[in-house]
């Protein structure tokens, strides 16, 4: 049996440095030590000792509903349509099975686990989570654990078909005669992820019907109502003279809507764009938003039944949802559009 001394031995640390890492208590230890240390952690193969680690052989009935993500980036799930929607699916899942589901929101991993241990959960569902995180929960956390919209090896994922969605999108755009057409979203790492992945889809679909992609045609903005406001008016004098967007949230859309309104533009008259999520926002707004529909009640659903599926000793580990393209009003045909130079 591997031992916490074998993992020291093989990253080049001490025990406490690998104790810290793997319970999420790595405050002072470099990223690159982090990283080593999971790296033998996982190639090892090394499991916690499940005596120490036990807090109760007893269930709770309590199952755990985690995000992790910064609030200050509009990724809280009061306040993300599509997060509170998850939720809603969630919830109603976990109670129909009798159990009660506790909500954690953090973007630190060593407040989620103790959270986790403090109320003893039956297992839980977690979504805002990068690879390093997943192997730090796995490792520092012994219940059965789903992840949302999570890429890795080993995982027991639902998740949405992104790479399908990007597609989708930037199809619709170009069935309407579009060629200039910029991808919005937050930034990522090179990691695979939700907004990577959808932006792989919108360059396949480029790169398809032989459309330039203009530099990846990247353009950073987090969901975020405000910043995509304050944004379009920027994306305006953009020398590439975009008459289109992908955007990865209906937040952003409805955001670059009310921008390109504040200077005298209008959607889709003028510039068209597409949403992603088909949020009750795409349908609020004035344009209603065209938009990539997530079925989020096969995604949450998906979830909740990969997790009891778990939890009962089943062996299922991945849901994959396909999106579709949902028609309203925010795209049209081009308009020849002179960028100005300010």
Not at 28 to 46: F, H
Not at 164 to 187: M, Q, S, V
Not at 244 to 261: M, N, R, W
């Amino acid at each position: 049996m591997v031992s916490l001394m074998d993992v020291a031995k093989a990253a080049g640390v001490t025990k406490m440095t690998v104790s810290n890492v793997i319970n999420g208590k790595a405050g002072r230890v470099s990223a690159a030590t982090q990283a080593r240390v999971l790296a033998v952690v996982a190639e090892l193969g090394y499991e916690p000792n499940a005596n120490a680690r036990a807090l109760s052989t007893a269930r709770s009935e309590i199952i755990a509903l985690v995000f992790l993500g910064d609030r200050d980036e509009g990724q809280s799930p009061l306040t993300n349509p599509h997060y509170a929607d998850l939720l809603d699916e969630i919830e109603r899942g976990v109670a129909a099975r009798g159990k009660q589901l506790m909500v954690h929101f953090s973007n630190d991993v060593t407040t989620t686990v103790a959270a986790m241990r403090s109320w003893n959960v039956d297992g839980a569902i977690l979504f805002g989570v990068n690879a390093t995180q997943v192997l730090q929960l796995r490792t520092a956390h012994r219940a059965p654990m789903v992840f949302i919209d999570a890429y890795g090896e080993g995982l027991v994922v639902s998740r949405l078909n992104d790479e399908l969605g990007g597609r989708l999108a930037a199809e619709r755009l170009i069935a309407a005669g579009h060629r200039r057409i910029g991808f919005l979203g937050p930034e990522t790492s090179d990691e695979p992820s939700v907004v990577s992945l959808r932006h792989a889809g919108y360059l396949a679909a480029l790169a398809e019907h032989g459309v330039d992609d203009y530099d990846a045609s990247r353009l950073l903005c987090e969901v975020n109502f405000g910043e995509a406001r304050a944004l379009a008016a920027d994306l305006l004098a953009d020398a590439r003279g975009f008459t289109a967007f992908v955007t990865t949230a209906d937040v952003i859309a409805a955001g670059l809507i009310k921008g390109f309104a504040d200077v005298g533009l209008r959607v889709p008259d003028d510039i068209s764009l597409t949403g992603f999520d088909d949020t009750a926002l795409a349908e609020m707004v004035t344009p209603a938003i065209t938009t990539v529909h997530q079925d989020t009640a096969a995604k949450a659903g998906g979830a909740v039944d990969l997790l009891f599926d778990r939890m009962g000793g089943g062996e299922s580990t991945l849901r994959v949802v396909d999106p579709w393209i949902v028609d309203r009003e925010s795209v049209a045909p081009p308009r020849v559009r002179v960028v100005r130079a300010d």
